[in-house]
């Protein structure tokens, strides 16, 4: 059974930092993209950050210079390295990978989420 997990959530104060792990267990082929999502209470799921295979990124303007993602490919992992954190980036964070499950067929996963809480 393939899984994507996500740790390193937690609680910090303005200012601090956190870094996300993610790692996608079970029978894969391959991996694609791999990015991290947010969603905060009453708003929609909105795009943090990818990045390709390739290691091509991809940031949304609210976090640039903030938050840095990388990958390690032999480990099916991302992870995302969150600086200068302010309130507003308070959310559940969500980990999704496309993944290679069936020989020639990619899929999306995610996570089930882990929470991030900074506090002013």
């Known amino acids: 059974q393939v899984q994507v997990v996500e740790s390193g959530g937690g609680l910090v104060q303005a200012g601090g930092f956190l870094k996300l792990s993610c790692v996608a267990s079970?029978?894969?082929?391959?991996?694609?993209?791999m990015g991290w999502y947010r969603q905060a209470p009453g708003k929609q799921r909105e795009l943090v950050a990818t990045?390709?295979?390739?290691?091509?990124?991809n940031y949304a303007d609210s976090v640039k210079g903030r938050f840095t993602i990388s990958r390690d490919n032999a480990k099916k992992s991302v992870y995302l390295q969150m600086n200068s954190l302010k309130p507003e980036d308070t959310a559940v964070y969500y980990c999704?990978?496309?993944?290679?499950?069936?020989?020639?067929?990619?899929?999306?996963?995610w996570g089930q989420g882990t929470q991030v809480t900074v506090s002013s």
């Open positions: 079970g029978t894969i082929f391959g991996t694609n993209d």
């Open positions: 990045i390709s295979s390739g290691g091509s990124t």
């Open positions: 999704n990978a496309k993944l290679m499950v069936i020989y020639g067929l990619w899929r999306d996963y």
